[in-house]
Nanobody
Framework: VQLQASGGGLVQAGGYLRLSCAAS????????MGWFRQAPGKEREFVAA????????YYADSVKGRFTISRDNAKNTVYLQMNSLKPEDTAVYYC?????????????????WGQGTLVTVSS
């Protein structure tokens, strides 16, 4: 499985970005997908997850109401729309494919990870 994340960049606080993650190598539509992030000097943390069908989503409290995860199974792609960005959202964002079909916050339930894309939010 290969996961290719893109869409990161530099944005001012209050701005928006849309991350994409294209998957190949395993039946994309059968597995949940997730986004995690890691800020400098901090541990990797859960951001959002989406079930295989796209109808169930989960969010970290810190991004709820600002970020939206979605997927297009026909395009083997998962997205993370990030609005109202804050400086504390600055991190490397990773997409991951789960071992399971339902969404999950636990990184142990993800067996494939992308290379990450850097998001920098300036104040």
């Amino acid at each position: 499985v290969q996961l290719q994340a893109s869409g990161g960049g530099l944005v001012q606080a209050g701005g928006y970005l849309r991350l994409s993650c294209a998957a190949s190598g395993r039946s994309f539509g059968r597995y949940a997908m997730g986004w995690f992030r890691q800020a400098p000097g901090k541990e990797r943390e859960f951001v959002a997850a989406i079930a295989w069908s796209g109808d169930i989503t989960y969010y970290a409290d810190s991004v709820k109401g600002r970020f939206t995860i979605s997927r297009d199974n026909a395009k083997n792609t998962v997205y993370l729309q990030m609005n109202s960005l804050k400086p504390e959202d600055t991190a490397v964002y990773y997409c991951a494919q789960a071992k399971v079909t339902w969404g999950t916050r636990s990184p142990e339930q993800y067996d494939y990870w992308g290379q990450g894309t850097l998001v920098t939010v300036s104040s």
